[in-house]
């Protein structure tokens, strides 16, 4: 059974960084996407941003230039490091995953999700 578990998250001043983390169960060689979501309450889940297995990546343009995604695959682990933060920022943090070949920016485009990891901003 696919297992997602996110750390890392915390409370940051505007304009600076934070790396949240999400480990896997060990046994996704098979999951080909892995993304990144986020939810403030009252808000639907947005995507922040996605990566693929060869290493391509898709970026809301929210968090462009911002965010990068990487994969650690040696340890089971998605990356998302977050500079220049903003208060808007502000929102819990869901990693997801899905076989698909094909990433998409939407929650229903992936089937695993973990249970999320808070990121405050504050100005």
């Known amino acids: 059974q696919v297992q997602l578990e996110e750390s890392g998250g915390g409370s940051v001043q505007a304009g600076g960084s934070l790396r949240v983390s999400c480990v896997d169960s060990g046994y996704t060689y098979w999951l ?6 986020r ?3 009252g808000k639907e889940r947005e995507a922040v941003a996605a990566r693929n297995y060869d290493g391509g990546t898709i970026y809301a343009d929210s968090v462009k230039g911002r965010f990068t995604i990487s994969k650690d695959k040696a340890k089971n682990t998605l990356y998302l490091q977050m500079n220049t933060l903003k208060p808007e920022d502000t929102a819990m943090y869901y990693c997801a995953a899905d076989s ?3 990433c998409g920016m939407k929650d229903y485009d ?8 808070q ?3 504050s100005s």
């Open 110 to 117: 992936y089937n695993w999700w973990g249970q999320g990891t």
């Open 119 to 121: 990121v405050t901003v």
């Open 100 to 102: 698909r070949h094909i």
């Open 39 to 41: 939810q403030t309450p």
């Open 32 to 37: 080909n996407c892995m993304a990144w979501f």
